[in-house]
């Protein structure tokens, strides 16, 4: 589908963006941070909205092993959210931490990097589509430990293939934040 034809929803029309617009904010972040990490990707789906979200997900990201948010709040609240599998995992911890393919990766170091970079996700976004719509404030990282009010709405995903496999990008906003 192209962008053009899409429908706004009104969460993004909260942020005064098109979907469209939202969206590509997270693309350009999505490149920066993994052409920092030395995480070569390439975009294989795009998401609009809640109703794309689900179909896709389930084919493109079978065995997340990392879920990893930051929350904003401010005018509008939500939260900036990085899934990846395993493999993805160790890919993006080794390239920020200047690993070797080989080396082994600890818990702990993939947790930090998977925070990390979510953060700069987070930043990125902050600074590109939420300060200049207002005073925001972003949360710490948090993995697997935030679960999206019933009232969340996934605004847009991208999901990329990095090396031998897949993470997913995603922005939710709260409908009901004021």
């Not at 009104?10 to 995480?39: H, P, Q, S, W, Y």
């Not at 979200?53 to 005018?75: C, K, N, R, T, W």
């Not at 930043?123 to 969340?152: C, M, N, T, W």
Request: net charge negative.
């Amino acid at each position: 589908m192209n962008p053009e034809d899409q429908v706004d929803t009104g969460a993004a029309k909260a942020l005064n963006l098109t979907d469209a617009e939202l969206l590509n904010i997270l693309r350009e972040g999505a490149e920066e941070v993994f052409m920092m990490l030395g995480a070569v990707g390439e975009l294989v789906d795009e998401n609009h909205g809640a109703e794309d979200h689900a179909a896709s997900q389930a084919a493109a990201l079978a065995d997340i092993a990392y879920e990893v948010m930051v929350e904003f709040s401010g005018p509008k609240d939500g939260v900036v959210v990085m899934r990846c599998q395993e493999s993805c995992a160790n890919n993006i911890t080794r390239g920020m931490l200047s690993m070797e393919e080989c080396e082994p990766v600890a818990q702990s170091e993939i947790h930090d990097a998977l925070g990390e970079c979510t953060n700069m996700l987070g930043g990125f976004f902050k600074r590109q589509a939420l300060d200049p719509r207002g005073s925001f404030r972003l949360g710490i990282p948090k993995i697997a430990e935030y679960v999206a009010a019933e009232s969340a709405v996934v605004q847009g995903s991208l999901i990329y293939e990095l090396s031998d496999s897949r993470a997913s990008v995603e922005v939710w906003l709260d409908e009901q934040a004021q």
